[in-house]
């Protein structure tokens, strides 16, 4: 429970996504957080007071010149008695406000007056995103020291455009704060980590490819564990609907190919978990042009041809990481199969779980695993891959501080 009782200072601008503020101010309050809100002139254009203050239970502070909140908490205290600043959605405007040193309304100089960490959330049209007024006040917000969640590639809350713009989900808006707050203790620090994710998607021509069902969910959620552990972690990942963790410099890939390349290129490490459901096949010889249905009915044939295989290429590689994890999906003889696989892949340990359509593993949210290592079986009962993925981290920390 990072965010028990720590108190977060919402700062919510108008822009459309201040809607999702309200689901955020649930999120944060269900960890255990007190949200002390504030709302800027333009968002009351979008939320309502009323609304913002019975989801955070408290008053919502609107006005840098009220009498009464000056008397009662001042701006400067409501500024620094929290433990962070949050600005979510931060729009345009705030951010242009904080990065020139600009305090004419509440919000604007309660984020010039904090001395607490400073988290904002931007959210507006991806052109206004891409102005390079904007893009430099970012750049100059992140060398003052601001660290940035999203804004996400993904279609905008008013329809038609898409693009980078949109407000990071709650859901990773809470995550990044409990990174950001986080003081448990850290057995990873100082160790380098590599960790795949997600399916690959090989190409048939320019717009078909072939792919999996992987949500990319464990991957990610084991990346986030070892950066919350203190590892410095590359997540390599397919592609994905999801945000990329908090504290994890993430390399986007497509093909099975470029995830090997980008895993090579993140050696050497300490430690490697494979997690990526990369295809075992790629189609030989992908066509340049998209492929046309033909007058006669003929189908056209794709010749496959194997992709390379990471985790064995990573096991067997003279920068060995000391400690290298793989998966088995399987939908029979798990355990069997998974064993076969230690040593033909030169893994140190294989986390193996059914990924049968009924067991609803691939893509959802729990998983049922059997750790196979040289020592034998551990079998871990149902979890949420977030569970999964935190003792799993506990046992690679634990297996590290061996000699
Ligand atoms: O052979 P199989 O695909 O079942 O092995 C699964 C394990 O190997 C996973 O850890 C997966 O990430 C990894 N793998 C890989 N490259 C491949 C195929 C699988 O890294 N081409």
Not at 238 to 246: C, N
């Given at each position: 429970m990072i965010l028990k009782d720590k108190r977060i200072l919402l700062i919510v601008a108008g822009g459309i996504a201040a809607y999702k503020s309200l689901d955020l101010i649930r999120r944060l309050r269900e960890r255990g957080a007190v949200v002390i809100p504030v709302m800027t002139k333009a968002a009351g254009e979008f939320v309502t007071e009323l609304a913002v203050g019975a989801l955070a239970a408290r008053k919502v502070h609107t006005d840098l010149f009220s009498r009464e909140d000056e008397v009662d908490v001042g701006h400067i205290r409501l500024a620094r008695d929290c433990d962070l600043v949050l600005a979510a959605p931060a729009t345009a405007d705030l951010m242009a406000k904080m990065a020139n040193g600009l305090a004419n309304d509440l919000a604007s100089t309660v984020l010039i007056a904090t001395d607490r960490p400073v988290l904002m959330a931007p959210a507006m049209n991806p052109r206004m995103w891409a102005n390079p007024a904007v893009a430099r006040n970012a750049a100059q917000l992140r060398a003052d020291g601001v660290r940035f969640i999203g804004p996400m590639r993904g279609e905008m809350a008013e329809g038609g455009e898409a693009g980078l713009g949109r407000m990071a989900e709650p859901l990773d808006i809470v995550a990044e704060v409990e990174a950001l707050l986080d003081r448990s203790p850290k057995p990873l620090a100082g160790k380098r980590a590599i960790v795949t994710s997600g399916p690959t998607h090989e190409p048939i021509d320019p717009v078909r490819y072939i792919a999996n069902r992987s949500s990319g969910t464990q991957g990610h959620a084991i990346a986030s564990a070892l950066a919350r552990a203190g590892a410095d972690v590359v997540l390599v990942s397919?592609?994905?609907?999801?945000?990329?963790?908090?504290g994890v410099k993430v390399v986007h890939v497509e093909r099975a190919e470029e995830m090997r390349d980008a895993v090579l290129a993140a050696l050497p490490a300490d430690i490697a978990v494979m997690v990526a459901a990369v295809a075992d096949w790629r189609v030989a010889t992908a066509a340049g042009e998209k492929i046309k249905k033909s007058a006669d009915g003929s189908v056209p044939s794709l010749p496959l041809t194997e992709n390379p295989d990471i985790l064995r290429t990573v096991g067997h590689h003279q920068q060995r990481p000391r400690l290298v994890v793989g998966f088995a999906a399987e939908t029979s003889d798990v355990e069997t199969n998974a064993r076969a696989k230690l040593d033909r892949k030169g893994a140190d340990l294989i986390v193996a779980n059914d990924v049968s359509p009924e067991t609803g593993i691939m893509g959802g949210k729990r998983n049922t695993v059997a750790l196979i290592g040289r020592d034998g079986v551990e079998r871990w009962p149902d979890m949420s891959k977030e569970e999964v993925a935190g003792r799993l981290v506990a046992l690679i920390a634990g297996r590290l501080a061996e000699v």
């Open positions: 397919g592609p994905v609907a999801l945000a990329d963790p908090a």
